[in-house]
Nanobody, 124 residues
């Protein structure tokens, strides 16, 4: 089993920054990729950014966040994934979820775990 715990959400003004963290524990060798996904009220969940956590190197970001958001890996045993969000816009307001599984670009499948979510609210 894999457990994911997110942190770092909050309420900010447009143009400000936030950094989300997702710490993985448990059977972390059961997946090869982690990613951040978001869901705003009344909208479908969408991929934000993904990163391969072992075997190969690669990151992907959705066009809507490219150049503003970046995903990286760190922490003890490289089991933490960060989402650095700069130049935040009101349309970035959503619940952000971390997931671990198998990735193809910005899409994740064979998901081993989802985090509980962390709210990001950006006001104009």
């Amino acid at each position: 089993q894999v457990q994911l715990v997110e942190s770092g959400g909050g309420s900010v003004q447009a143009g400000e920054s936030l950094r989300l963290s997702c710490v993985a524990s448990g059977y972390t060798k059961s997946y090869t990729c982690m990613g951040w996904f978001r869901q705003a009220p009344g909208r479908e969940r969408e991929g934000v950014a993904t990163i391969y956590t072992r075997d190969v190197f690669g990151t992907y970001a959705a066009p809507s966040v490219k150049g503003r958001f970046s995903i990286s890996q760190g922490g003890a045993n490289k089991n933490t994934v960060y989402l650095q969000m700069n130049s935040l816009k009101p349309e970035d307001t959503a619940m952000y979820y971390c997931a671990a599984g198998t990735c193809s670009g910005i899409t994740i499948y064979d998901v081993k775990a989802w985090g509980q979510g962390t709210q990001v609210t950006v006001s104009s």
